[in-house]
Each structure stands twice: as C-alpha cells, then as structure tokens.
C-alpha cells in the first residue's frame, strides 16, 4: 500500500543498500555558494585593475609610414627646412595687388607709389643723391630710400620665392595670409569722408573669404600668420568711432599669429618683428662689408637724437632729450629737429648723425617703438633707451633677453625729467673699453634686424628678420600641433579606456550574476539530491535517493 506524504519512511529490507550519506544543510550550501562567489568577484576585480594599469601604447594605433615630400623634391631643401614648408595663398587682388596698383591713392599728402617699387624696398640709394653720399660705393646696391610701413609687401614678395614654400597645402606647417591690412588702413585713416565702415571692409571681406578655406576652417586659423605694417593700435579700434581698424578683435582672428612692427605686449598673438630700414643685403658677405664699415668710422659725438616733440603733447619727453644735447654741447651731441621737416623722407640725415654718434637716444614717439631704433643699430650706435616697452619686451625674437646691458643703455626718464641725471653723465661714465664691446655687440646683431633682398636669404647660415621670424613662428606651430595631437591623444586613449571599463564591467556583471545564480542553484541541487524524501515529497518532487527508497520497498 503506499505511504502517505506525512508517513514516517520504512525501513530498508535486508540484504538491501544502505545509504549511510548525511544531507548537508541548507545554511551550509548557501555559505559555500556565498565564499565561490566571492571569490569569483575578487579574482574579476584583480584583473579588472591591472587592464587599467596596462601602459597607453596598449591602445595606441599603430604608426603610419608618412608620403610627404617637400617642395620641388629638392633634398637641400628638406634639410634646409625641416622646420616645415609654407603655404602662401592666393588671395583675391583686391587684398594686396589692387592696393599697390592704386599707391597714389594711400597717402593724402604725397604719392606712395615711389615706397613700393622694388618690391617695398623703394628707390635705391644710388637714385637717391642723399643717401649715395653717406653710403660707401661697394654698399650702394643694398641700400633703398625704404619707408617704414611696407613690411606687408617685403614678406609677401619674399615669401612668394621662398625656398621653404609650398603649393601643395596639405604639407604645410604655416598658412601665410598675404593681406596688406596696414596699406589699405592707411589709406582711410586721414581721409575726410572715411568711416568706420571703410576701415573695416576689407578685414570683414578677407575673414569670410578665409573661414571658405579648407584648412583655416580645419584648425580655426591657429596654423596661419599675417604680417601687419603699422602699429597694432592702428588695427585695434575700441569704441563705435575709435583710431583704426578692428582687424584684431574680428571673430576668425583670435588664433591667427601676427608680424607686426609694434605688438601689444600683452597679447601672445602679436610677434614685434624689425621696422624694415634701407638696410637690404642681398648675401652675408655684403652684411660682413656694412659691419666693418660702421665699427671703422670716426664717430665724434658722444650721443645723438632726431625727432620733434608733438606740439599737442604738453610736456613731451622730447622736448626733455632736445634740451639735454643743447645743455651738453655741440662737442658732445649733436641733434635733428624734425619740426618743420621730413626726416625719414630719405633717411640720410638720420643716418649720417647716429654713423657719427656713439650712442643714439631713444624715447617713445606715436607709440613706444620708433624706427629710429633700428636705424641707429644698423648705423652701429648704441641705443639709449627711456621705456622698457621700447626695445626690451617688444622684440623678443630678435633682442637678446637678459643681456641688455651690453647692447643698450637705460636711463629712468622719471629722474632725468626732475634733474636728478643727466645723458651725459651717464654716457659718460662708460670706459672707451666698454663702449666698444657695446657697440660691437650690437654691430653683431645687425643681421637679424634686417630684411635682405635675396628671395633666397643671406646665406652662409646668417638668419635675418624674416628667417629669424619665419623660424619662430614655424616653432610656434609645431609646438601647437603636438600640444593639440597630444590632447586629442589623451581624449581618445581615455574615451576608449572608458568605454572598454564599461563594456568589460557590462559583460561581467551579467557574467558574474549568471555564474551567482548558476552556483546557488548548483549548491541548493546538491543539497537537494541528499535531502530526505520528506523534505520535498509534498510538491511531487522526486530525487535519486528518493527513487533508491521507493525501489528498495517494492521488493
């Protein structure tokens, strides 16, 4: 008869198997379940740390081989450039052809057309009677009647033949924009109809033509540079009806470098680079010939000035440094009134009194640099300076930094106005000794603070302003490119760490909440195969052990 569910179970016949094993507990299956899983969860996590400790070049892709070439597939030229290759564009005429075909119209006074022959460079000295006076005979070639503001010109037509040039873009390192942003200023500042409109037209025009460009829209102009030929004030208008243009403060230009012969120091953006002189070697041996005619002359005066004080500025530091030369004496220096004159009409005049001077004063003018302080180190003088602004934090490129005392001479203008010095006392306290090794010094820095004629450069491995120029801002992008590659590098390397944490976590949650629930289930059917029949007899199940009963009682 068969046993109810509530029956005690009946007793093995003899001869029958015994089944002497003892069901574990339910508490004792659940513990060992637990201890497995919290082992598997600790070995996933050992291995979870050491994937994110594994070094960054686990996930780096693999380097490609580069199918550069540089330009024309010169070899000299790869070597020579190896700082990278430069890509002029081609801009619409009305940026910069137009502009020197309409030169007569630039200036309100005189016709400019004279100051952009030669490619900026203006007539050259042999045409110019005052100039071929004071120039020597084996120097003329490379001397010019050049004005101050045609920077934008002598780059371009340089640039134009440049052996580092390409016309491939996709090689480029550097993006010159040859823009004659200070001509065409220049020729609405003074203009009685001009308007603020006018000024910026042709800046407004030039960004929305380059924001078109492939490769300015691809980096956002930071790999692109422009030369300015006025001041920077000249192109930084503040207020609806303020001085100038807004060329710099534009959108499109806050990444693009500029050239510019007086730069805020201030903004990172603005590189001072050389007022252009009537200095143009065409190759180093005629810079060699110019630096032994001026460390050879007969300089007589102690110091020289040349300038004007501006009659709407009342208390014009001019007016301070004219009265100092007349209290030293016409033995000691010797000085050019500007007032009533023009004296970078042709230069001589101001050439010929620093060619004579030991040193040159040189305080601010319009602005805080004037190109007078290159006119008197190319004339091998030594420059006495009044503002730091001058010469000191401007042109850092081409001034070497913590030596100024042994190129310069600087006197605080605020105890020369009171009285308490005096220029001659001062220069007069230098030893003959020392004002040699001074002008020498600055004898030697006449290559880079001139523009050569050659669209080859100096040569001989003598850098002037515009390879001096040209080599820093092709630094200036290699360093933005690695700095820029090298955060975009650490983006991916950490999303794709990211986004493998994640995965591997997604995969081995549901890994280890599969393996959790297999091992419960395993541990509670071990124990469930041992359990009495009792146990689990009321909801029909049937174990092994079980059947080993039911089968032993049939008989």
Not at 6 to 11: D, E
Not at 146 to 172: G, K, M, N, W, Y
Not at 360 to 376: E, I, K, M, V
Request: glycine share 8%; with cysteine.
């Amino acid at each position: 008869m068969p046993e109810s569910p509530t029956s005690p179970p009946t007793s093995p016949l003899p001869g029958s198997p015994t089944n002497n094993a003892t069901p574990p507990s339910p508490v004792s299956a659940l513990l060992r379940a637990t201890v497995l899983f919290a082992a598997f969860l600790a070995l996933q996590l050992v291995l979870f740390k050491s994937l994110l400790t594994f070094p960054s070049s686990r996930f780096l892709p693999a380097p490609r081989r580069s199918n550069s070439t540089w330009a024309n597939g010169a070899v000299d030229d790869a070597e020579e450039c190896k700082a990278g290759l430069i890509y002029v564009y081609d801009l619409p005429p009305e940026f910069n052809h137009d502009l020197v075909a309409h030169c007569d119209r630039l200036w309100p006074w005189y016709s400019f057309c004279p100051y952009l022959s030669n490619g900026g460079l203006g007539r050259p000295a042999a045409e110019v009677p005052a100039l071929s006076a004071i120039v020597p005979n084996a120097s003329m070639p490379n001397w010019y009647n050049t004005d101050q503001f045609p920077l934008e010109v002598i780059v371009h037509r340089r640039l134009l033949s440049h052996r580092c040039r390409t016309i491939d873009a996709s090689l480029a390192t550097a993006f010159y924009v040859p823009f004659y942003a200070g001509l065409d200023v220049g020729s609405h500042l003074w203009g009685p109809n001009s308007t603020v409109a006018d000024r910026d037209r042709a800046g407004a025009r030039l960004l929305r033509w380059l924001r078109g460009q492939p490769f300015f829209a691809k980096s956002g102009g930071w790999d692109h540079f422009i030369t300015l030929g006025r001041i920077t004030w000249d192109f930084r208008r503040y207020g609806a009806d303020g001085w100038g243009t807004n060329l710099v403060l534009m959108p499109g230009m806050e990444n693009v470098t500029r050239l510019v012969i007086e730069g805020d120091r201030l903004d990172p953006l603005d590189v001072g680079v050389p007022y252009p002189t009537g200095f143009h070697p065409r190759r180093a041996a005629d810079v060699r010939a110019w630096q032994e005619h001026v460390l050879s002359l007969d300089r007589r005066n102690l110091f020289g000035f040349a300038g004007a004080p501006r009659s709407g500025f009342p208390d014009d530091f001019r007016d301070v440094l004219l009265e100092e030369c007349e209290d030293a004496g016409s033995d000691r220096c010797r000085a050019v009134d500007c007032r009533g004159t023009r004296c970078n009409d042709d230069g001589a005049a101001v050439m010929r009194l620093f060619m004579g001077s030991r040193f040159c004063l040189q305080p601010r003018g319009d602005s805080f640099t004037r190109r007078s302080l290159f006119d008197c180190m190319v004339a091998g003088a030594v420059p006495v300076l009044f503002w730091r602004r001058t010469a000191y934090d401007a042109y850092r490129w081409f001034l070497p930094r913590g030596e100024e005392g042994e190129w310069s001479v600087f006197i605080d203008r605020r105890a020369l106005r009171v009285g308490n010095v005096s220029v001659r006392d001062v220069l007069e306290g230098y030893s003959e000794r020392r004002v040699r090794r001074m002008r020498e010094r600055v004898v030697e820095m006449i290559p880079r603070l001139v523009y050569g004629s050659s669209p080859d450069g100096l040569g001989d491995g003598m850098d002037d302003a515009l390879d001096v120029a040209l080599g820093g801002v092709l630094k200036r992008f290699r360093h933005r490119r690695w700095s820029i590659g090298h955060e975009e590098l650490e983006l991916n390397l950490s999303q794709l760490e990211l986004n493998f944490s994640t995965s591997w976590i997604e995969s081995n949650y549901f890994c280890g909440l599969f393996t959790f629930t297999v091992t419960i289930f395993v541990g509670f059917r071990e124990h469930c195969s041992r359990a009495p029949a009792w146990a689990f007899g009321r909801w029909g199940t049937t174990t092994a052990w079980q059947q080993q009963n039911d089968d032993a009682s049939n008989f």
